[in-house]
């Protein structure tokens, strides 16, 4: 397809979206896997988001305004800006999965210090048999 990226863009979200899909992955792909890639350091956690940023694209493209003095550098540098957001929700959605496994195992240790000592609780128990 010899179109332009804006038009590619654009194109995602009418009649011929697959066509316009394909084409961009065959022209940007490679150059968003290498951001994204970049950005995460992480092969399984990079797989993740370079899927999600292609799946999410055609939305994307709803908010793309091509304007008629667009360039396909803008546009390139627009697709490149959703590659590096999608990153970046992955990185924050990796941060808050591990602050909460953290937080996690800060309650459990939390709650194995305030566990009762089986010797006490059976003191008491003692005490309470006593009282009746």
Known sequence: ?????ADLITSLT???ARVAWEALAERHGADVWRLISSRLGDAHAAEDAYQEFWTGLPAAARR???QPEDTERKARAWLMHIAYTT????VRRREDAVGL???ASD??????????????VERV???????S
């Open 1 to 5: 397809m010899g179109s332009s990226t």
């Open 14 to 16: 009418g009649p011929g």
């Open 64 to 66: 793309f305004a091509a």
């Open 87 to 90: 990153a970046i929700a992955q």
């Open 101 to 103: 496994d953290g937080v």
């Open 107 to 120: 309650v459990e240790a939390e709650m194995a210090e305030r566990a009762p000592d089986e010797e006490l």
């Open 125 to 131: 128990r003692q005490g309470m048999r006593r009282l």
